[in-house]
């Protein structure tokens, strides 16, 4: 059985709350089922946002899982959607253990290393410092990702690196905005085309449809979606909107 099967056969009912998770601006908690762990994202826990319409975190999450799965990149961790008697609606995903963040960093000299590219020079207290990330092919793969689901926050600690340095990305509730709201720290590609077999799958989607079905977002948000393949395919990899923060704040 792979690990999504793994995880989709789960009881729902047998989900035993294990803690909060305090790093989380969503009331995130960890929880486990079967020696399994967890992490609950409830559509009752989100946090309100002034640019997102209400209660529609959770399902963007949900969508995000679903598209990484269509178009195969395989970097979220398994995610079903769970609305038992004691989890109201929302998401689990399988927790990643011992997760490390080593795709990004910031540094005092823009030294030109195999495998890094700098995306952003700045200066904190007249000292130069060069934001960096790699450039792996699976990061390559999360950047492409991003720009067609138009994530909101991609953060340095979204991207993380399992025991076997396995990428997995997490936290794509602020994504899917009809608007171009791109921010990240993966703009090491800016302008480049999608290469051979991710192009194909790019253009399959367009036949294949099944996404546009989706009950998790809504139909503008889903044509938006649409013509973001369309812009990829022609245009490769996009720029920063110029009327939006490129980066999140904070970076980690
Ligand atoms: N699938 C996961 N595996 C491992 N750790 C996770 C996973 N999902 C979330 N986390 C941890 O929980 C924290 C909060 O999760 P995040 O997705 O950022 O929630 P929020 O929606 O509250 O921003 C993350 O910073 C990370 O440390
Ligand atoms: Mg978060």
């Not at 207290?125 to 792996?136: A, K, N």
């Not at 791109?182 to 294949?208: A, F, M, V």
């Amino acid at each position: 059985m792979d690990s999504d099967a793994e995880f989709n056969s789960l009881e729902p009912a047998d989900w035993q709350i294990v803690g909060r998770i305090p790093q989380s601006s969503n009331n995130a908690l960890l929880i486990e089922n079967s020696g399994i762990q967890g992490v609950y994202k409830s559509v009752r826990g989100e946090r309100p946002l002034w640019d997102f319409p209400s209660e529609t975190l959770t399902k963007r999450e949900m969508q995000a899982f679903l598209i990484d799965r269509h178009f195969g990149f395989n970097l979220i961790p398994s995610t079903i959607w769970i609305e038992t008697d004691e989890l109201g609606p929302g998401i689990i995903q399988r927790f990643i253990p011992n997760a490390q963040s080593s795709d990004v960093r910031l540094i005092g000299e823009d030294v030109d290393a195999q495998d890094w590219i700098t995306v952003v020079k700045g200066e904190i207290d007249e000292e130069e410092i060069f934001l960096q990330h790699t450039t792996y092919e699976d990061v390559f793969h999360a950047a492409v990702f991003d720009a067609l689901i138009n994530n909101s926050d991609r953060k340095a600690g979204h991207l993380l690196r399992d025991a076997t340095k396995k990428l997995w990305l997490i936290d794509h509730g602020v994504s899917f905005h009809i608007e171009d709201k791109l921010r990240t720290i993966l703009w090491g590609w800016i302008g480049d085309h999608i290469p051979g077999s991710l192009h194909e799958t790019l253009q399959e989607s367009l036949k294949n449809s099944e996404w546009r079905n989706s009950w998790l977002l809504n139909e503008q948000e889903l044509e938006a979606f649409e013509s973001r393949i369309k812009m990829l395919l022609v245009q490769g990899m996009p720029e920063p909107n110029s009327n939006w923060p490129s980066l999140p704040s904070p970076i980690y």
